[in-house]
Structures are given as structure tokens and as C-alpha cells.
């Protein structure tokens, strides 16, 4: 099982389709299913800091990325020299009520997994694909999924080179906040402490765009697996600061009450920890400037598209839905 360091005490149980699917070393690689347990931190000093009264997106998406990672080699035979990387991923949430904090008790999270093999060469897999549909006591409220793709040690370190020449030949200075530069307030990112906080102020605006400087330091001491790379979770929780941030500038919502309700990433390659990286952030719909939509509800919706950059090189397009709770 993965370690309990960030997920904490959690379950996970295997549910193959077929009573052959217990023989792993005698079937062939296919669809594994999955049941997850794990109960929502309460007291976590960044997965409990939000500003709005919901439980945190990035728990059940970092979940379901360890459950992969650790399911790539106990049932889908990859090699621990494999190098794993997430490709694409998304999330959605489909009921809002059941994310919301503060019921009797610990919230108890079950993610129904299924994970499917893909490009198979001599029995190990290339790539992966992770789908899971999201309860929360009981009740769905959300999908997750993302891409898996494992490479060998050699193509991993050619793509690793190729990318930071690409992202040295443009990026300069240091990985974190230019010297000097300010950092938003807390509650204007949809969190309490400062600690938490991954930007800067935005570097250049206009009418309809912001780009913000990344806290690549920060990130890596408050964020899950910081190992030698940017840690995947990075690209979720700047791209939600930034786009809290970005409602509020750009469309005068309040970012301590809003949530995001859409999130799908693409990732180009890697991002390199000792480089600086940006994150640009405008509206992905063709409204007018600062109008947005309404939900079913009439609560008012605004759609971002974020673009993270390393010198001219991009490496994660993001888009994303944020939700103003009224």
C-alpha cells in the first residue's frame, strides 16, 4: 500500500471481474477494479485550510494518482525502474452538498476505481488509464481520471533533457518569486495561511489576463510527493490560486466563496524545479470581459483556461470552472 504519510489510514481492496483475475501472474494485463477509503482530513495544515466550507479537490485527485502508481506495479507487472508520469487529468464535480464541511464527524471519502492497461508490450503496459467516481458518505458528488504513462529510464532522461534545454534557452532567474516580488493575501487564493500560498502577485495584466510567478520552494515543502521533479499536485493548487485570484480581478467574484467545480489538465513534457515557472491565466469562453454565466441554480460561473509556462516552453494547459457560492 502507498504510505500513510499523506493520505493517512486508508483502505484499499481489489475487485477483479473475474475469479481469474486473482491469478495475476497467469492472466494477461486488463481492467483492474477498485474500491478506496479514507476519511477527509479535518486537521490537515493545507487540505483543511480553505477559506470555503468544502472539502478539498485535491485529496481525492492526489488518491486516486497514488492508487495508480502503486497499482502500476503490484497488478499491472511495471518494472520499478519504469519512470511514471501523468499525462492528462481531470475532475468533476456533479453534486455539491456532500463536499460541503463541518457535519458530525469525520467525512468518510470511496473512490469505485478502475484502472485499464493500454499499449501492452510483453505483458507490461505503457501508458494507463484511471477512472474513478467519487462518494462522500455515501453519496456521489464527483469524477476523477487521469493518464498514466510509464517510460523507460533512457527515454525518460532524453525528454528530460530535451525539455530543459528547451526551457533554458528562455528562463531565467531563480525557480521561486523574482527578488522583492509581493505575494497576494491568503483569503484572495482560498486559503487562511500564508504558508499555503504559491504565488505572486501578477507580473503583467490586462483587460482580460493575468500571469502570476510560481512559488516552486513553497510548493515543494506544503505539496505531496516533492521528490527530485515539480510535484504534480503543483499544477492543480496554483492553477486553483491563480484562478480564485483571477475571478476576483477579472470578474469581481469573491474568492473565499467560490469553489472549482471543473479541472482538466494536459501536461508537455516536464517542468524543471530549478527554473522559473509561470502561470497565465484568461478567460476561456468568448463572453464579453468580466460577464459570466449562470448555473441551474443562477449562481454565477466563470470559465479560465491557465497556461503554465518555462521560458517559451509550455508544460500544462489547464481549464477550469469556478463556481461563486452566493
Not at 460541503?100 to 501508458?127: H, I, Y
Request: charged letters at 20%; one cysteine or more.
Amino acid at each position: 500500500m502507498p504510505a500513510a504519510a499523506f493520505l493517512g489510514p486508508h483502505h484499499l481492496v481489489h475487485r477483479p471481474d473475474t475469479p481469474e483475475g486473482f491469478l495475476l501472474a497467469a492472466t494477461p494485463p486488463g481492467r483492474h477494479r477498485f474500491g478506496f477509503s479514507a476519511q477527509l482530513p479535518e486537521a490537515h495544515p493545507l487540505f483543511s485550510d480553505s477559506t470555503a466550507p468544502f472539502h478539498d479537490l485535491l485529496y481525492p485527485m492526489e488518491s486516486l494518482r497514488q492508487m495508480g502508481v502503486f497499482a502500476a506495479g503490484r497488478y499491472f507487472r511495471v518494472p520499478e525502474n519504469r519512470r511514471i508520469l501523468l499525462a492528462d487529468c481531470t475532475m468533476a464535480v456533479t453534486a455539491l452538498a456532500p463536499w460541503e464541511r463541518g457535519g458530525a464527524g469525520a467525512a468518510q471519502l470511496t473512490l469505485d476505481l478502475d484502472m485499464t492497461p493500454a499499449d501492452v508490450v510483453r505483458g507490461v503496459p505503457r501508458t494507463m488509464d484511471c477512472r474513478a467516481s467519487i462518494a462522500i458518505d455515501g453519496k456521489r458528488c464527483g469524477t476523477v481520471g487521469a493518464r498514466l504513462v510509464f517510460l523507460m529510464p533512457g527515454v525518460y532522461r532524453a525528454h528530460r533533457a530535451h525539455s530543459r534545454r528547451e526551457s533554458e534557452r528562455a528562463a531565467q532567474g531563480p525557480s521561486g518569486l523574482p527578488a522583492g516580488h509581493g505575494v497576494p493575501g491568503p483569503e484572495l487564493v482560498g486559503r487562511h495561511s500564508p504558508r499555503n500560498v504559491l504565488i505572486g502577485l501578477p507580473l503583467a495584466e490586462d483587460d482580460d489576463s493575468l500571469v502570476f510567478p510560481v512559488d516552486i520552494p513553497a510548493a515543494r515543502e506544503v505539496l505531496p510527493d516533492s521528490g527530485s521533479e515539480v510535484p504534480t499536485a503543483l499544477f492543480l493548487e496554483v492553477s486553483r490560486q491563480a484562478a480564485l485570484f483571477g475571478v476576483g480581478e477579472l470578474y469581481g467574484l469573491a474568492p473565499g466563496h467560490a469553489v472549482l467545480t471543473d479541472w482538466a489538465a494536459t501536461f508537455r513534457g516536464f517542468a524543471e524545479p530549478g527554473l522559473p515557472l509561470r502561470c497565465a491565466v484568461r478567460p476561456h469562453t468568448s463572453h464579453a470581459p468580466g460577464e459570466v454565466f449562470r448555473d441551474a441554480a443562477g449562481r454565477p460561473v466563470a470559465e479560465l483556461g491557465l497556461t503554465f509556462t518555462q521560458g517559451s516552453r509550455v508544460v500544462a494547459v489547464v481549464r477550469t470552472s469556478v463556481l461563486q457560492i452566493c
